[in-house]
């Protein structure tokens, strides 16, 4: 994993943070010159795109892309890398798209249905480096994971361009000719694409976590801990969802975007490939931190939340194994 510059296939322009990197800067399309408000990477661990100037999140606020700090459970944070575009994992169809097909440098970029225009597309020019990880620190070398680096970043030369040489923000965007019809629903709405349902403005403060169902595109059911048992030990496994939410049912990312039960604040871990899910204690375990990786949930070692043999019922194990996209493998969150 290393660091990488995302270059606008429809400007060439780099995606930049404005004025070089503060918490609720917009990030707009400028000129390519590599410093640390252009390199971004892939923290996985939150299930993040982050720049290295300052650690922060991408992140959509009023209809405009910025960055922030980490926000658990956000869903106008998690962004994915897919072939050439940059989608949400929590909705697919959602990528980031540069307004009214705008060429200009300054140019507002928001979250938008997918539509496979230009507009939407990136390149993505890897140039080295060792990113940090979610929560602080550096990848360990332990684990066949990643090697660490002593002294953290190196200073940036130059410094970055000050914030009055970006264009200003007020007085909105052109609308472009040409572009995209503004009325019956189609194409942009003078707001842009309006906010997730259920979440506010400029995100959740730091400390409020959000719960959500771990929900399985097979079957409808949930990931459940049997019994309600809130032992280390107790079995994990697949349930109907209660028609009252239950603890047991009921899941969140910890700060470093690892999955957490809400009943015990334990994690789900297992013996190896294809042994039963169990809750433990966090221990650092790289096959106890899962995360949301779009449809599919896995863990620092390489494996995929799966539920054994297909099974459709009530009680059907759960098991890590290696990731072949099938439909035991894919899952959604459900918020509560």
Known sequence: MSFYIIKSKLTGYALDVEGGGRIGARVIPWDRHGKDNQLWYDDMATGTIRTKAGNFCMDIENDQLCVREFQPGDPNQQWVRQDQHIRNRLDQNRVLDIMNNSRDKGA????????GGQNQCWEFENVGGQPPMGGGGYYPPAQ???????????PTQGGFPPAQAYPSSQGGYPSGQGGYPSSQGQGYPQSGYPSAPGYPQGGYPSQQRREFYIVSEMNGKVVDIEGENSSPGARVLMWGKHHTPKKNQLWYADQQGFIRSALNDM???SHG?????????????????????????GNRAGEALDISRKNNDNGAELIPYSYHDSSNQHWRLEYV
Not at 144 to 154: A, K
Not at 290 to 295: I, L, S, Y
């Open 267 to 269: 994690v789900f871990s």
């Open 144 to 154: 066949g994971g990643y090697p660490s680096t002593q002294g953290g970043y190196p």
């Open 108 to 115: 507002k970029i928001a979250a938008w249905a997918f539509n």
């Open 273 to 297: 490939s294809g042994h039963g899910l169990k809750m433990q204690p966090p221990s650092g375990d790289p096959r106890s931190q899962w995360v949301v990786e779009g449809r599919k949930i």
